[in-house]
């Protein structure tokens, strides 16, 4: 019953996107049915086979061998911070705190400049094209935004922004407002090594490449855009400064540690921010004689509906809608940080998957700021204004991305 479930709720999903379609006339049904059925067999092929399991466990163990090197420059710096619990040792009071710090924040600092350097010297943009141009050829959707989807997993949602101004620039507001709610659906591989720390490695390192489609898949559904062949076009990765010469090695190294330095601070203070004023506000329930009311019943109360459509008890659908509306109005730290350890691995195998796929995306309320933020020193007013009218379907967009994603993923993991 529970798989027929999680298989209606796939189907409900991607009839909200038709709903919220701004032309329902010009969908391409046929390439978003070629994209559903790949999206199964990633979904099948990497939970269902041992070559599947064994290639994504190669590539979660790979990430947390890189946040065992940040370490050695962690414990360098701050001996006091690399605790028992961060080394998988003994929980203490102080030391979970301190593990969200060093094993999910510091490492940071190194996997950053990692991705950077590969960047510097053309080998990610170099994956990011062909890589790109392949799930044009396969999917039948333009090449800039199969390109840009590839794009900002490696690189994060306002960097790849950033980088491709000038495309951009020349593109339609249309189109740009396609490029605004595929900004929603992504993570960056140099934050993977923070997620894996604290939930299911093998169940985020799935998420990935079924995020990227499933971003392609709602985007050409509510914003359908029809592009001629000469406007067809991949922009690439700039290297060179504004003088045409590029920036010094070491000068480049320098301000991408600076950058993850920044990154840090931001991803801190908004945890920080966030939990506190969630117990804030449940602190207002009980001063209001409301106690039995909290933040994270009303969120579960909203996201219930969607929750259940994953195929599982009412008692799992429950924990489910707490930590996906609490996602939605936080960020995946926060919850992510609640859940990690022994919590999610009390949940059923079904109620970890889709939980932890679904938190795996900057899909949240204040991902809209950035994203509007980022285009308005971008693009010109037209474009701007087009996007923040769309807010609304930027949000939708990013929660539709992540729950096709859970549910393709929970379809085969019981």
Known sequence: MYVAINCLGLVVFLLVGFLFSKDKKAINWKSIGIMVVINLFLAWFFTSFSAGRTAIKAA???FSELVKVAYVGISFALPNW????????????????????TSALLPILMIVPMFDILTYFGILPWIIKWIGRGLSFITGQPKFESFFAVEMMFLGNTEVLAISGMQLRKMTAQRNLTIAMMSMSCITASIIGAYVQMVPGQFVLTAVPINIINSII??????????????????????????????????????????????ILIILANVVAFVAL????????????????????????????????????????????????MKLVTNEFVVMGEITGKTIASYSPHLRAVLTVFLTSFANLSTTGMIIGAFKGIVGKETNDLISKNVGLMLVSGILVSLLSAGFVGLFVW
Not at 237 to 261: C, H, M, Q, T, Y
Not at 288 to 310: C, D, K, N, T, Y
Request: hydrophobic residues 50%; without cysteine; aromatic residues 8%.
């Open 278 to 325: 969630a117990a804030l506000i449940d602190k207002i329930f009980v001063w209001i004689h409301l106690p039995q009311v909290s933040l994270e019943v009303i969120l579960g109360i909203i996201m219930s509906p969607f929750a259940f459509l994953m195929g599982m008890p009412w008692h799992d659908a429950w924990i489910l809608a707490q930590h996906m509306g």
């Open 218 to 263: 709602v985007t050409s559904m509510i914003n359908p855009v029809k592009v001629s062949p000469e406007d067809d076009t991949i922009a690439t990765v700039s290297e060179e400064s504004v003088d045409g010469k590029r920036e010094p090695f070491f000068s480049f190294l320098g301000d991408s540690i600076l950058n993850a330095g920044k990154l």
């Open 82 to 101: 690399v605790t028992p619990l961060a080394q998988g040792g003994a929980a203490g009071g102080t030391a979970e705190t301190m593990n969200f710090v």
């Open 60 to 62: 979660a163990d790979g």
